[in-house]
């Protein structure tokens, strides 16, 4: 059974501050999606990973895989107020379906 | 190019009763997903189409849930009769084939 688990679950930070966030699966996939929802709101794609050593960044996120640890990482540089979200994994399983993690929700603090 | 649509955005009722949801996905997508986020958790599929077929429908509860796409287009998602656990919000995706899921506003569900 494809499992994916999010470590922290709950991240309170500083603007300015650098963190990683994990994002551990159980078995090998195709593809790792991060995702974001702000409150209330639905899902928004972040980055799509597809290889091992793959590294994608787009502003203060840069996400990447390593596929024999099966771990994803997300990394916040220098955090803004505007990044406060809750941030998924997504692991693409047989039949393309996604397999959420738990979420990990972030409060970036002035 | 039109994001996936759904509606209805908020629905209340009470348990026993019987609600339906409706999403259309992004023109051209031939694989469509419904999905239940409950409150603190992350999105579980409940059925996926591909076209007007069912690929996987192993977690979606039979007894009182059901869903179509009988024109691979549109589609819509029923429970009855709902249950309180039933509140959260149904979130429908789709996608090109193996490329990435976008996501449509959900529906929140709250049963009383």
């Known amino acids: 059974e494809l499992k994916v688990e999010q470590n922290p679950l709950f991240l309170s930070m500083q603007e300015g501050k650098n963190y990683t966030i994990y994002c551990n699966y159980s078995?090998?996939?195709?593809?790792l999606y991060w995702y974001r929802q702000d409150p209330g709101k639905s899902l928004e794609s972040l980055f799509v990973?597809?290889?091992?050593?793959a590294v994608k960044q787009e502003g203060r996120l840069m996400a990447s895989l390593d596929t024999k640890a099966r771990l994803s990482t997300l990394h916040i540089t220098a955090a803004v107020h505007d990044l406060s979200a809750t941030y998924f994994c997504?692991?693409?399983?047989?039949?393309?379906?996604?397999?959420f993690g738990k979420g990990m929700k972030l409060t970036v603090n002035p | 190019e039109a994001g996936v649509a759904q509606s209805p955005r908020y629905k209340i009722i009470e348990k026993r009763q019987s609600v339906a949801f409706w999403c259309n996905p992004i023109?051209?997508?031939?694989?469509l997903y419904w999905y239940q986020q409950i409150l603190g958790q992350g999105p579980k599929l409940l059925i996926q189409?591909?076209?007007?077929?069912?690929?996987?429908d192993s977690q979606l509860p039979k007894d009182r849930f059901s869903a179509e796409r009988l024109k691979g287009v549109d589609s819509t998602l029923k429970i009855q009769p709902a249950k309180l656990e039933d509140s959260a919000v149904y979130l429908c995706?789709?996608?090109?084939?193996?490329?990435?899921?976008?996501f449509g506003p959900g529906t929140r569900l709250l049963v009383l």
């Open positions: 995706a789709s996608s090109s084939r193996g490329e990435t899921q976008y």
């Open positions: 997504a692991l693409q399983g047989g039949s393309e379906k996604l397999v």
């Open positions: 078995t090998t996939s195709d593809r």
């Open positions: 990973l597809l290889s091992n050593g």
């Open positions: 023109s051209g997508h031939a694989t």
């Open positions: 189409f591909q076209n007007n077929g069912v690929v996987d």
